[in-house]
């Protein structure tokens, strides 16, 4: 494809066919455009020499800042005083092909799992659907793990043109607060967003709670058009602007929670296998088996059922495929029984409120066997310091006895860590620190009693420990199960 199919913008040098474009010198091969980002961490200008002798035969170079390189006349280059937006401009024209419908999902806590209700929900309605996100790229035949919740705006699209080739008609997408800010979106034709919450995660990025709001209110401002399905929680406080905003755009409003009008949520039974839901859905009761523990399941539920309503899916059909969900690993995940018999799960929870989430689910849970709570759980490093010590509190709250060890320490001294979550940790639960995650995950089913439940906590599905620059073979699963 040659560089002037590609964008209008002005360049100098050759129109010339390219065979591929890329933001990382690493992946550039002769023939591509490489893109010079200015990211948080490095300066894709740095790298356009090494680019050059790869092969690539054009450069996108931010308009701002003078150039420390000379390149050959031979090349093609444009410069661009919105780098990102041309980025994600490029990789649209370069990948076209998109599903015909496509959902997304953003909030602080239960991307994940609505995405991933909403893939199993269209599958059963009879479409070939995937999601994409924090797991990868889940489709029925099985899943292509990623590392980013919103890919970059070439891998993104490149994945969306794939998925279109393959017959891919539904596809739900989980989007980012980086990924919406970042405009790795644009150009992403959606049917229909949802909203599940709002909570304290990312102020090492966005700095404060506002900005962290807006940078997710974009998906509803700017990326959903007008007539789209907007999915909002109406049981959080940002509901009003939310809904607000989709009367002001004429986007079509579906609320969903105990305070929705669309699709109510009137009661939840636990139930040993899962929970008992009781909706009014556009005004007729329903009575649906949800086959997943944990109340906020629930609700990511719900709102996956927005999505495929507001997608043009059947009301009846929708809900008659609740008792075939299944909730994504990682997610409120029952590993199995300790030897006396407690139960163990594996959750996500990595910060506050899906923290104290989960641990509320379990507490309600063991409400009438009266058996103790216990949750091993750490934080990460290089991420928002404030948020240690009030997940220690809610540990401290919630759970009977807490075990702080190590999540992904990354490139902060783990102890540092440990200690910020320990200085919340006050009342009268009974904390102990173990650095070593798989002894305290050990520590922690070996302190199991006949109907006690612990939460391992933080990773969820992940397979690797990050410590300093490598990545360490850990999966939290795996080292239950090794213990029970």
């Keep these: 494809m040659r560089l002037s199919d590609l964008t209008l913008l002005p360049f100098d040098g050759p129109d010339l066919d390219l065979t591929g474009l890329t933001q990382d010198s690493r992946k550039v091969q002769p023939g591509f455009l490489f893109i010079a980002i200015q990211g948080t961490k490095a300066d894709g200008r740095t790298y356009v020499a090494e680019a050059i002798q790869k092969g690539a035969v054009a450069l996108v170079l931010p308009a701002n ?24 401009d ?30 199993q929900l269209a599958q059963a309605c009879g ?21 980013l919740t919103t890919p970059d705006p070439i891998t993104l699209h490149q994945t969306l043109d794939l998925c279109a ?67 909002l929680n109406a049981d959080i406080e940002e509901y009003a602007p939310l809904a607000a905003i989709a009367h002001q755009r004429k986007l079509s409003l579906i609320s969903y929670g105990t305070q929705g009008t669309e699709l109510r949520l009137v009661d939840v039974q636990p139930h040993e296998q899962g929970q008992n839901l009781r909706i009014e859905a556009f005004g007729k009761k329903i009575d649906a088996f949800l086959p997943v523990r944990g109340g906020f399941q629930a609700w990511n539920a719900l709102g996956a059922a927005g999505l495929l309503i507001g997608a043009g899916a059947p009301i009846d059909s929708v809900f008659a495929a609740f008792p075939d969900l299944a909730g994504p690993p990682g997610r409120m995940q029952f590993i199995g029984l300790s030897k006396t018999g407690g139960a163990v799960f594996v959750d996500y929870a990595h910060k506050p409120d899906a923290l104290e989430n989960v641990l509320r689910a379990a507490r309600d849970s063991l409400e009438k066997s009266g058996g103790r709570l216990g949750v091993v759980f750490g934080c990460g490093g290089n991420r928002d310091k404030g948020k240690r ?25 783990p102890a540092t860590i440990r200690a910020e979550i320990l200085a919340g940790c006050v009342g009268q639960t009974q904390v102990r620190e173990i650095g070593d995650r798989a002894q305290a995950i050990a520590e922690g089913i070996q302190r199991l009693g006949a109907k006690d439940i612990l939460i391992i906590a933080g990773k969820g599905h992940e397979q690797g420990q990050s410590v300093g620059d490598k990545t360490l073979p850990f999966d939290d699963s795996i080292e239950a199960q090794k213990n029970l």
């Design 65 to 88: 800042g003078a150039e420390t390189f000379a390149y050959p006349p031979s090349l093609a280059v444009l410069k661009t005083a919105h780098i990102r937006r041309t980025l994600t």
């Design 90 to 119: 490029l990789a649209s024209a370069f990948y076209p092909k998109q599903p015909d419908t496509i959902l997304a999902v953003t909030g602080t806590s239960g991307k994940t799992s609505t995405a991933e209700f909403a893939r």
């Design 127 to 147: 479409h070939k659907a995937a999601s994409l996100g924090t797991l990868g790229l889940v489709t029925a035949q099985g899943t292509s793990y990623g590392s």
């Design 165 to 231: 080739a393959q017959g891919i008609s539904h596809l739900a997408l989980e989007a980012s607060s980086h990924g919406i800010e970042q405009h790795r979106l644009d150009h992403v034709r959606l049917k229909a967003a949802c909203f599940t919450n709002l909570s304290r995660d990312h102020l090492d990025y966005h700095e404060t709670m506002a900005g962290y709001f807006a940078a997710k209110m974009r998906l509803f401002t700017a990326l959903l058009p007008s007539g789209a399905g907007a999915v």
């Design 389 to 413: 010590p009030i997940m220690g509190a809610i540990a401290a709250a919630q759970a009977d006895w807490a075990l702080v060890t190590d999540d992904n320490p990354r490139f902060e001294d």
